[in-house]
């Protein structure tokens, strides 16, 4: 299937900025949409970011304005740059990837390990 592989995550002040990337890697396959997840605990899994092959993004409310998704269709990577950080961005992030692979091209839905992010008041 599809593996990916996040980075990039760490321990940052508040109004800091971090940047988070992350590459898929595996054998015949298509992605359409990449993005980011994010998990705080106690919390469920919430969407902060994705992004078409295209180029067509949605944000979280909460993140309009200070992160920006971009992605490499050639390398299978996407970036998640975010600024004006705060502690209530404590989490952690979660790439993911949806498309299809194999010879038949089988859909699949693909997510990394995670990395955390943590944001001191």
């Known amino acids: 299937q599809v593996q990916l592989v996040e980075s990039g995550g760490g321990l940052v002040q508040a109004g800091g900025s971090l940047r988070l990337s992350c590459a898929a890697s595996?054998?015949?396959?298509?992605?359409?949409?990449m993005g980011w997840y994010r998990q705080a605990p106690g919390k469920q899994r919430e969407l902060v970011a994705d992004i078409t092959s295209g180029g067509s993004t949605n944000y979280a409310d909460s993140v309009k304005d200070r992160f920006t998704i971009s992605r490499d269709n050639a390398k299978n990577t996407v970036s998640l740059q975010m600024n004006s950080l705060k502690p209530e961005d404590t989490a952690v992030y979660y790439c993911?990837?949806?498309?299809?692979?194999?010879?038949?091209?089988?859909?699949?839905?693909?997510w990394g390990p995670g990395t955390q992010v943590t944001v001191s008041s």
């Open positions: 595996g054998s015949s396959f298509r992605i359409n949409a």
């Open positions: 993911n990837a949806v498309g299809v692979y194999g010879l038949t091209w089988k859909g699949f839905s693909s």
